[in-house]
């Protein structure tokens, strides 16, 4: 990809609600889209991907949407619980390379 | 699972050293790369590479080099360190086969003085 914006940077919601971080790409060839969780001290971890064929994707409470039309996709959580308090990175690949966002906090309060 | 390892959790060099940051990986991956994470920028590509002994530039390759001579690993160079290459630095591997996703180590945190 070419360049990946994401929104928001920091995130804050109570135990049990809803989250959505949202991303833009502009790359037209883009047609991989994954999500990492990267905890305290530790590396980013893959969360979900999404690949250009399928428009949504969902494993338990993550799910991912994907619209080309509009070049975005997003990751939403469902039933938040406290260890789901991590940054989130979205990424695009059109190849081999992936391009990420600069990431969202998610803090995540009982 | 994958196991993307780093050789070091911490590491503090002094200004014009030379810096080596190791990484091996044990799920015969053919790509591995290497990142620099910093606070508001995300992860940016240094090099990655396809193959044994190739290499090819990222966003950022300025003042780094790498060597790729066993398949399971890969080394980041930081030829002559400076102040400004303190960083935390994520080496990750995949397949080749397009759109595979990346393994990621849990990072090297530098500290050039």
């Known amino acids: 990809g070419e360049n990946v914006e994401q929104h928001p940077s920091t995130l804050s919601v109570q135990e049990g609600d809803s989250a959505v971080i949202k991303c833009t790409y502009s790359d037209s060839a883009s047609n991989y889209f994954p999500w990492y969780k990267q905890e305290l001290g530790k590396g980013p971890q893959l969360i979900i991907d999404i690949r250009s064929n399928v428009g949504e994707k969902k494993d338990q409470r993550i799910a991912v949407t994907l619209n080309k039309t509009a070049k975005h996709f997003s990751l939403h959580i469902t039933e938040t619980q406290p260890e789901d308090s991590a940054v989130y990175f979205c990424?695009?690949?059109?190849?081999?390379?992936?391009?990420f966002g600069k990431g969202t906090m998610l803090l995540v309060s009982p | 699972d994958v196991k993307v390892t780093q050789s070091s959790r911490y590491l503090v060099k002094r200004t014009g050293e030379k810096v080596f940051l190791e990484c091996v990986q044990d799920?015969?991956?053919?790509?591995m790369f290497w990142y620099r994470q910093d606070p508001g920028l995300g992860l940016r590509l240094i090099y990655f590479s396809y193959d044994v002994k190739m290499k090819e530039k990222g966003d950022i390759p300025e003042g780094y080099s790498v060597s790729r001579e066993k398949k399971e690993r890969f080394s980041l160079i930081l030829e002559s360190a400076s102040t400004n290459q303190t960083s935390m630095y994520l080496c990750?591997?995949?397949?080749?086969?397009?759109?595979?996703?990346?393994?990621f180590g849990d990072g090297t945190r530098l500290s050039i003085l």
């Open positions: 990750a591997s995949s397949f080749q086969s397009s759109n595979q996703p990346q393994h």
């Open positions: 990424a695009d690949s059109g190849y081999s390379t992936l391009t």
């Open positions: 799920m015969d991956h053919e790509n």
